[in-house]
């Protein structure tokens, strides 16, 4: 089965999520200081810029990984469709994280924060799920495939679940400082791969 309906529906599903995101950003201001409101909502910039980010991160790690392979089958379309399901979800727990992160009173914003990081988590075994069941033994990569690219993105895909694990770890007993990680996180794979990376064979950069 060719992969270009699958990539062509994955780009769609990527475009909306990271459209989704912006519509948290909201500030409610009848008759108040905007100037103070929307100093305010920092907490909904910071989620924003963390979950495009980690989008945009996964966005390319796909187009990497697609290029690698030569066809798909029915597992690994539902797989793609469980992932991609993932994908769709982030701007609710982003949503969420904005909205709780700064309550000191009680629970939720340690809820918040591990929600979130449950479902970054959930995104990365996923997409180790679809790489590897897709790499196994080269079942469905290209004849052509790079091997020093197949081993990169094997090599860094595992780091993913690991790091958001430990960092919702983090969150749970730290919320803020999990927050910052999670975007630290992101942060960093954009600057390894755009500033370091330039120089390299292309490889994954893990969300």
């Known amino acids: 089965m060719e992969t270009g309906r699958l990539e062509t529906f994955a780009d769609g599903v990527f475009a909306i999520a990271a459209t989704l995101l912006i519509l948290n950003v909201d500030v409610a201001c009848d008759g108040c200081d905007l100037r103070a409101e929307i100093l305010h909502a920092w907490p909904s910039y910071v989620a924003y810029a963390a979950s495009f980010l980690t989008i945009g991160i996964i966005w390319a790690n796909h187009h990497l990984v697609m290029n690698q392979i030569a066809r798909a089958d029915r597992t690994f379309l539902m797989l793609t469709v469980l992932f991609l399901m993932v994908v769709a979800f982030i701007p609710f727990p982003t949503r969420v994280i904005a909205a709780h992160i700064t309550e000191r009173t009680n629970q939720n914003d340690r809820t918040a924060a591990v929600l979130y990081g449950i479902t ?88």
């Open 120 to 207: 970054l988590m959930l995104t990365a075994i996923l997409f180790n799920a679809l790489w590897f069941y897709a790499a196994r033994r080269g079942r469905l990569l290209r004849e052509d495939a790079d091997p020093r690219i197949v081993r990169g993105i094997s090599r860094t895909f595992v780091l993913g679940p690991w790091t958001y694990l430990a960092i919702t770890i983090v969150a749970a007993f730290d919320p803020r400082l999990g927050a910052i990680g999670f975007l630290l996180f992101a942060l960093f794979w954009v600057i390894e791969s755009s500033v370091f990376g330039r120089d390299r064979p292309a490889r994954a950069i893990q969300p």
